[in-house]
Antibody, heavy 120, light 110 residues
Framework: EVQLVQSGAEVKKPGESLKISCQGSGYSFTTSWIGWLRQMPGKGLEYLGIIYPRDSDTKYSPSFQGQVTISADKSINTAYLQWSSLKASDTAIYYC??????????????WGQGTLVTVS | QSALTQPASVSGSPGQSITISCTGTSSDVGTYNLVSWYQHHPGKAPKFMIYETTKRPSGVSHRFSGSKSGNTASLTISGLQAEDEADYYCSSYAGSGTLVFGGGTKLTVL
């Protein structure tokens, strides 16, 4: 069974750094993409970017380029989303999702449970 | 690139059919048959419903179907059921390894 397990909820202050994680299991972690999306309170899903763990090829949505960093450690089947200096506007639920093929449209077929990040 | 445009809300009665539109441009929806649709019940993980514009992943009900005309893709749900009430999002490949998402549509089952 494909599973993506995300790290737990975080409460941070503005200006602090943060790294959240997404660990995959039940499939070949290096031959699928991992995408990150967020849902701000009362808003819709927004796409942040995507990484291919085999070679760490990373693509960012233009809106989030420079705002977050996506990385992966294939040795432990884990992808990361990090901030160097959080803002209150980063408060959101962050989801990771397995992407079957970026050039076939992403195709996010399995999702993590979400990580709530509160910046206050 | 700009987000895809979806109606903020649609509604329908049980048993009816509804269609949710997703309008892009000639740089994304109009060029690529690579539109996906996701269903999101609040508090739960989103669910993959349609890929490559018209295909259904294994396990997704045949009541859900996708189509496209020009720069607009559509998700049609037939035989509407109470459990279909959710938020729906479209996404499209936009070339050069980029994806673009819609703002989401809230479906209300009356």
């Amino acid at each position: 069974e494909v599973q993506l397990v995300q790290s737990g909820a975080e409460v941070k202050k503005p200006g602090e750094s943060l790294k959240i994680s997404c660990q995959g299991s039940g499939y070949s972690f290096t031959t699928s993409w991992i995408g990150w999306l967020r849902q701000m309170p009362g808003k819709g899903l927004e796409y942040l970017g995507i990484i291919y763990p085999r070679d760490s090829d990373t693509k960012y949505s233009p809106s989030f380029q420079g705002q977050v960093t996506i990385s992966a450690d294939k040795s432990i089947n884990t992808a990361y989303l990090q901030w160097s200096s959080l803002k209150a506007s980063d408060t959101a639920i962050y989801y990771c999702a397995r992407g079957l093929s970026l050039v076939r449209g992403g195709n996010f077929d399995s999702w993590g449970q979400g990580t709530l990040v509160t910046v206050s | 690139q700009s987000a895809l445009t979806q109606p903020a809300s649609v509604s329908g009665s049980p048993g009816q059919s509804i269609t949710i539109s997703c309008t892009g441009t000639s740089s994304d929806v109009g060029t690529y048959n690579l539109v996906s649709w996701y269903q999101h019940h609040p508090g739960k993980a989103p669910k993959f419903m349609i890929y490559e514009t018209t295909k259904r992943p294994s396990g997704v009900s045949h009541r859900f179907s996708g189509s496209k005309s020009g720069n607009t893709a559509s998700l049609t749900i037939s035989g509407l059921q109470a459990e279909d009430e959710a938020d729906y999002y479209c996404s499209s490949y936009a070339g050069s390894g980029t994806l673009v998402f819609g703002g989401g549509t809230k479906l209300t089952v009356l």
